[in-house]
């Protein structure tokens, strides 16, 4: 069974930048479309960036968009998430998901199967 494992988050000031990773426990990852998605307290789990299995598509919520790159490099079975100019609205705990097959909506859940533990984001002078 595919595992994820974030990791990247921490505490950064608003206007700094983070990167975060996704690697996969098996040499498969290129096998699957990959999304972040983000949940703060009180607040519903959110679809942030998609990839598919290529990199050749991606997909971003339209309150990251211009702000975070995702990225991938299979051969590394890694994916990222490259954050710029956060804001204390980014601040959440942050997971990756795993796709098989067709995705056609990639930022909603309902379309991964596995799932990481999530890494925390902090946004806060």
Avoid at 39 to 49: D, M, N, T, Y
Avoid at 102 to 109: K, Y
Wanted: glycine residues 10%; contains cysteine; charged residues 15%.
């Amino acid at each position: 069974q595919l595992q994820l494992v974030e990791s990247g988050g921490g505490l950064v000031q608003p206007g700094g930048s983070l990167r975060l990773s996704c690697a996969a426990s098996e040499d498969t990852l290129h096998l699957y479309t990959i999304s972040w998605f983000r949940q703060a307290p009180g607040k519903e789990r959110e679809g942030v960036s998609s990839i598919n299995s290529s990199g050749r598509s991606t997909n971003y919520a339209d309150s990251v968009k211009g702000r975070f790159t995702i990225s991938r490099d299979n051969s590394k079975n890694t994916v990222y998430l490259q954050m710029h100019d956060l804001k204390p609205e980014d601040a959440a705990s942050y997971y990756c998901a795993a796709a098989t097959g067709t995705v056609v909506h990639a930022l909603l859940q309902y379309e991964y199967t596995y799932w990481g533990q999530g890494t925390q984001v902090t946004v806060s002078s």
